[in-house]
């Protein structure tokens, strides 16, 4: 899921623990629109990340989530170089010269989102 708000990237405490993601406690709260306050359980640093044949590493933010588990954000997506093209539903990156597809699925909803495959 591409969030334009957020400034992080998030995963559910659910899903880091089936892919086995290390996490270290950290204090911090998360506020979902319409929600209350909750706390975050932790982060990792520098987590080797794989979307589709890109491979990179980034900083994950582990909380609360309710509908979908894992939250891209724009700050990854300046660091990886990339940019969407919606009407072929992909995500292209440009980094290090070589252009690498990742396909997306786009959602229709309330607020300006991607889900990312």
Do not use: H
Not at 3 to 13: G, I, L, N, R, S
Not at 14 to 29: H, I, P, Q, R
Not at 34 to 52: F, K
């Amino acid at each position: 899921m591409l969030d334009t708000k957020a400034d992080t990237a998030y995963m559910a405490k659910e899903l880091a623990n089936k892919v086995g993601l290390s996490y270290t406690k950290e204090k911090g709260f998360i506020k979902g629109v319409n929600a209350r306050s909750l706390p975050v359980e932790g982060i990792t640093r520098g987590a080797l990340t794989q979307l589709g044949q890109w491979q990179g590493k980034a900083d994950i933010t582990i909380a609360p989530l309710d509908d979908k588990k894992f939250y891209l954000v724009i700050k990854f997506f300046n660091m990886v170089k990339a940019f969407l093209v919606p009407y072929t539903n992909t995500m292209c990156s440009m980094k290090k010269g070589q252009p690498c597809v990742v396909p997306v699925k786009s959602e229709i909803g309330e607020g300006k989102m991607l889900s990312t495959l």
